[in-house]
């Protein structure tokens, strides 16, 4: 199980790496607007992944990060967001470097936003971010489209290709 997360946790970064180089030719208006994502603009949708990312991290590592909401704006800057994100997206990869198959297969005890409690698989909540996130890249995908740009691609099978070894 370690070592399928920490592909996806390699997965991870590289979709986001993907992603902004995608971005680069997007003006800052249509960045910024709202094209009917469910945080609105593009903008908005990678500040909710800084967020979401950083929640699920803290509970994981037991230093609640604490936030006014899911679609709180951690960065209005645009570059300064890219950098926190893919650094975010990375600590994954170095946390799960230093554990132990047990530590990833413990049962995590976490509270939700509005206080409930639940208890899940560690690494069952590390599958869920990276699945979390490929929903909304997905979603930045559509409305990079929606304004004429060519959509990355993102899919864990083109992520494959490039660090397993071909057959030959």
């Known amino acids: 199980m370690k070592q399928h997360l920490q592909l996806l946790a390699g997965y991870h970064v590289w979709a986001f790496e993907t992603l902004f180089e995608a971005l680069l030719p997007l003006d800052d208006d249509r960045y910024r607007a709202d094209c009917g994502l469910f945080f609105r603009s ?11 990312d950083s929640v699920w991290f803290g509970r994981v590592i037991g230093q609640p990060f604490t936030v006014s909401g899911l679609d709180a704006e951690l960065e209005s800057e645009r570059e300064t967001l890219e950098q926190r994100l893919c650094a975010h997206s990375a600590h994954w ?3 799960l ?30 599958l869920h971010v990276v699945n979390h996130a490929s929903h909304h890249r997905g979603q930045i995908s559509a409305a990079i489209t929606g304004f004429g740009l060519d959509a990355p691609e993102m899919d864990l099978i083109w992520y494959l290709r490039r660090v397993e070894t071909p057959l030959g």
């Open 93 to 95: 990869q170095h946390w």
């Open 97 to 126: 470097k230093d554990r132990s198959a047990a530590e990833i297969a413990a049962p995590l005890a976490y509270s939700n936003m509005s206080g409930t409690r639940f208890k899940q698989e560690t690494a069952t909540l590390l």
């Open 42 to 52: 593009i903008h908005g949708t990678l500040n909710h992944l800084l967020v979401a």
